[in-house]
């Protein structure tokens, strides 16, 4: 299963764009990379997930470097409600038996007045 | 839609008891997993079921098991309950735990040993 590595901390002032980038160099080509977040006491909330392509939802932008070893998750506007642990994931596929997510220790990121 | 649900939310035991936590996955969603989450460990994965077989399995010991029922709910059962088993347990359900469907979590069940 391939690893992803995260700083383990992140400040970015409110109304700014937070980057939460996340290494993943062991990455298999058909692996997805999966984003996360964890607020005090809450299960881990969807944000966003990408293969090769960068992606865009409501929450959040997903950049992929062409070469699949890094990624970067894009707040576009944080607001105090963003802080909270986010975990990057590769997501561990086996076959047909099922797959599994595998989760590091993630970025905490405060949010700033 | 409503989310995953899992009951109850919290729970309070002692040593060598056993315990039962249920989850409700997402209408239509048949994949359910199961994790665990300490301050020590993080989150750690139980297991997977779908279609009422289990698919995966976490590095856990047999004391930790479950089941799927035909309508996609789940439990966990762990018996014979020791001080290491207090955390955070999260159930999480997909529409068929493929690589390109997410999981969605619930709030989880915080069970405490004494």
């Known amino acids: 299963d391939a690893k992803t590595t995260q700083p383990p901390s992140m400040d970015c002032a409110e109304g700014r764009a937070a980057n939460l980038p996340c290494n993943h160099s062991?990455?298999?080509?058909?692996?997805?990379v999966y984003w996360y977040r964890q607020i005090h006491s809450q299960g881990p909330q969807y944000i966003i997930h990408g293969l090769k392509n960068n992606e865009t939802n409501e929450m959040a932008s997903l950049i992929i470097t062409e070469d699949r070893k890094s990624s970067t998750l894009i707040l576009p506007h944080a607001t105090l409600r963003d802080t909270a642990v986010y975990y990057c994931i590769v997501r561990a596929s086996i076959s047909n038996t099922g797959n599994q997510f595998y989760f590091g220790t993630g970025t905490s990121l405060t949010v700033i007045p | 839609k409503a989310g995953v649900t899992q009951t109850p939310r919290y729970l309070i035991k002692t040593r060598g008891q056993q315990v039962t936590l249920s989850c409700s996955p997402i209408s239509g969603h048949r994949s359910v997993s199961w994790y665990q989450q300490t301050p020590g460990q993080g989150l750690q994965f139980l297991f997977e079921y779908f279609s009422e077989t289990q698919r995966n399995k976490g590095n856990f010991p047999g004391r930790f098991s479950g089941r799927q029922f035909s309508n996609s709910r789940s439990e966990m059962n762990v018996s014979t309950l020791e001080l290491g088993d207090s955390a955070l347990y999260l159930c999480?359900?997909?529409?068929?735990?493929?690589?390109?469907?997410?999981?969605?979590f619930g709030d989880g069940t915080r069970l405490s040993i004494l």
């Open positions: 999480a359900s997909s529409l068929d735990g493929t690589d390109n469907q997410p999981q969605h």
């Open positions: 062991t990455i298999s080509g058909n692996e997805y």
